[in-house]
């Protein structure tokens, strides 16, 4: 007996232990992203300030509001005018910079704190993370605090699927009363909507409907296909994503344009429903089928080291596999990308709303970075950079309440801003280096941006992600 004792003590030892020391490994990764806090950052102790001699492009239309002053109080935008008075405010002299609206990343994954400041690094003041994880609500609360210098972040519970549908990445529910239960406990927790992924019967949908419309929370749909494409139309329903699910369902990997009438006519006929196209994500598969070193270009370091190593890894061996055994492949990639450019024109055309989201966090596809590739593919897709702006800042803003005081620059909305030297209608690559990013009004220099994207790259946290990981799986699944 004594034996016995002295085995369970010696376990339970041993298991407390090797929970210190996981706890002790979280609790050093959250401090080596202290310098994203507030207090650490000085130009961004004020949220109250006059900014004078600036460029405002307010997204309200297509025009530049010149020489204008902009005075900001409590991280909001209080008055818009010319020769204001500072009224005791700070000055700021923004020697003739264009001021635009920060952008919003409409469909990302972060998997740790060391992305925000990626983000903000590329001038994006808003993201809105599709695929919860516990480690998300702790987050929450600490931007809710004002502790940390971050985009707003808003995040879906789990991802909803289907019994039958494979993968630890999503929930697969075995019922429409579990559906429900599941829509009351992330409402109950925080998390800010539901998120329903592929595999979703019928059944199961109009479950997560109901109880969506009861606990008032908005809907994000990754396609069901069985369900038809044409159900996803609802008014719960803000987002429709990924452009490649019109091609794979309701067209059939038909890139056939008479088509592609008949979904035209869905978004034209439901203005409450916006396309949220991550045309980047697809065309990266091409790129890991026609570039052989992507694994290890300099770029990959932004990448979170788990996803990294795992993720990115598995993407590639799986498209360099398919191209051994299917020569055509490449080809076929490339076509279905450029038809997903004629679908993004074709339904910005008809006047469809379309709001910009990257997928960014899996794969190749990179936090904050890859949200100007996107803007580019919607101007290749013949927008004008106005037009392709919107999709990134005013068009989100009508999607959801939360949004709503966002996305452009006028008297009562958030001061989420960019600073640039030289006018982004011109040319929005210029957004990739903003001199000045603002978040509530707390503004932070290029030079920090810099520091924040340094660590980023230099991040060393593949066991903190995995324990964060390990945690989604006991708690959620």
């Not at 039958?164 to 800010?192: C, F, H, M, T, V």
């Not at 344009?257 to 978004?267: F, M, S």
Request: aromatic share 8%; net charge negative; charged share 25%.
């Amino acid at each position: 007996m004594k034996i016995i004792k002295g085995i369970g003590f010696g376990l339970l030892g041993f298991v407390a232990l090797v929970l210190l020391v996981l706890a002790i490994i979280l609790i050093i990764d959250s401090n080596k992203t202290s310098y994203l806090k507030v207090n650490r950052v000085a130009e961004a102790e004020e949220d109250s300030y006059l900014i004078q001699n600036v460029h405002v492009i307010p997204m309200t239309k297509d025009t530049i509001l010149m020489d204008r002053d902009v005075r900001i109080e409590g991280g909001i935008i209080s008055e818009i005018g010319q020769n204001l008075d500072s009224e005791g405010l700070p000055m700021m002299d923004a020697q003739g910079a264009y001021l635009s609206p920060g952008l919003m990343d409409m469909h990302v994954h972060v998997w740790d704190e060391y992305e925000l400041g990626l983000y903000l690094a590329n001038g994006v003041t808003a993201v809105r993370n599709l695929w919860g994880l516990p480690m998300h609500l702790r987050m929450k609360d600490n931007l809710a605090k004002g502790k940390l210098l971050a985009p707003a972040f808003f995040t879906s519970g789990p991802k909803l699927s289907g019994p039958d549908y494979p993968g630890d990445d999503n929930l697969q529910l075995q019922s429409p009363e579990e559906a429900k239960e599941k829509i009351i406990s992330y409402k109950e927790r925080g998390y800010d909507f539901i998120k329903t992924y592929n595999g979703l019967t019928e059944e199961l949908f109009d479950a997560i409907l109901e109880q969506a419309a009861e606990s008032e929370m908005d809907l994000v749909s990754h396609p069901s296909a069985l369900v038809p494409y044409s159900y996803h139309f609802r008014n719960q329903i803000k987002t429709i994503e990924h452009v490649e699910d019109i091609v794979q369902q309701p067209l059939e990997f038909q890139l056939d344009t008479a088509k592609l009438q008949d979904v035209i006519d869905l978004y034209v006929s439901h203005p409450q429903s916006a396309l949220c196209p991550t045309a980047v994500v697809f065309y990266n598969i091409y790129r890991l089928l026609t570039e052989d070193d992507i694994l290890n270009q300099e770029e990959l370091a932004a990448i979170n080291p788990l996803i990294r190593d795992v993720d990115s890894q598995a993407q590639f061996d799986r498209w360099q596999g398919t191209k051994t055994s299917d020569p055509k492949v490449e080809d076929r990639i490339k076509n279905q990308h450029d038809f997903h450019l004629t679908i993004i024109q074709k339904l910005h055309e008809n006047g469809a709303n379309i709001v910009c989201g990257t997928d960014a966090g899996i794969g190749v596809t990179l936090p904050g970075y890859s949200i100007h590739q996107e803007l580019n593919f919607y101007q290749q897709a013949g927008m004008s950079a106005f037009e392709a702006l919107k999709t990134a800042t005013a068009n989100p803003a009508k999607v959801h309440d939360f949004l709503s005081q966002m996305g452009t620059i006028e008297e009562g909305k958030l001061a989420n801003f960019v600073l640039t030297d030289s006018n982004p209608l011109e040319d929005l690559a210029v957004l990739q280096k903003p001199k000045v990013v603002a978040v509530k009004g707390r503004k932070i220099n290029r030079e920090t941006l810099d520091e924040f994207e340094n660590r980023a790259k230099t991040r060393k946290n593949f066991i903190a992600s995995g324990l964060r990981y390990a945690e989604y799986l006991l708690v959620e699944r």
